[in-house]
């Protein structure tokens, strides 16, 4: 397989899984319009979209494309069933897409109903977890955000995490913020400022460096903790990603 990115909108990235045969499986794809580009210039046909929340800039392109190419199968969570989806994916659920065998994870937290997608080793979440930081808790909670990084977390190191934003400087901002002599954290954002300045992608990140990078990863770190418990209210993991989370809505 052949993982390629496609900037969207303003700062989404939509995602193609090429079988370098010719086809290929689109990921939340919120415009039609690099969809179409992107599969012109490989000389690619679609086959499936997978689909990880109702939200419209994951959504947006699902009519133009399925009226395009009449033959792709939409999945998705039962959320996303009125934006195209005709196949219901569930938690744990295994089935192959485009002659790959796929695991379903529930993923709420930004929204109710979230799911995230896994194929050795591409991870494919949505607004679930992005490098250095996790979605907006717009219809969940966080302590259903931080039980679905849990989940995430049993992943293996080598996991290729593809989130849909390029969030990572800000991300990484806030985090130095956080823990300034943090060496990992400083040293990760010197390398992503420098390729977003010859306009290159953050994405995908591995799992092993957001163990490192990644503050909403790092809950139990008694550093962390001491550092945001600033009146001895934080008793449970759960918490501090709250507080975390409370704080970036804020940055």
């Not at 002659?99 to 930004?110: D, E, L, M, S």
């Not at 080793?121 to 990084?149: I, N, V």
């Not at 849909?164 to 913020?177: G, P, W």
């Amino acid at each position: 397989m052949n993982l390629i990115s496609i900037p969207a909108l303003r700062d989404n990235y939509i995602w193609l899984i090429d079988d370098q045969n010719g086809h290929c499986v689109i990921v939340d794809p919120g415009e039609a319009a690099p969809v179409f580009q992107a599969l012109a210039e490989r000389h690619l046909t679609p086959t499936a979209i997978l689909l990880t929340h109702h939200h419209d800039d994951h959504v947006g392109g699902v009519r133009a494309i399925t009226e395009r190419f009449s033959a792709v199968k939409v999945y998705g969570p039962e959320e996303t069933a009125s934006k195209g989806a005709k196949i219901i994916l569930k938690n744990q659920q295994k089935v192959e897409i485009g002659g790959v065998n796929w695991q379903i994870f529930a993923t709420p937290g930004h929204t109710l109903g979230h799911i995230s997608y896994y194929s050795a080793p591409y991870l494919f979440c949505g607004d679930t977890m992005f490098s250095a930081g996790c979605g907006r808790l717009f219809e969940g909670t966080a302590e259903q955000m931080y039980q679905s990084f849990q989940q995430l977390a049993e992943l293996p190191d080598d996991t290729l995490v593809c989130g849909a934003h390029e969030y990572t400087v800000s991300n990484l901002k806030f985090a130095r913020q956080i823990l300034p002599d943090d060496s990992d954290i400083s040293a990760h954002e010197e390398y992503v400022l420098a390729k977003r300045k010859n306009g290159q992608s953050s994405l995908p990140t591995t799992l092993g460096l957001e163990r490192k990078i990644n503050l909403f990863l790092r809950c139990h770190d008694t550093d962390l903790q001491k550092k945001l418990d600033l009146n001895g209210s934080i008793t449970q993991d759960w918490q501090v990603f709250a507080r975390l989370r409370q704080l970036k809505d804020s940055f």
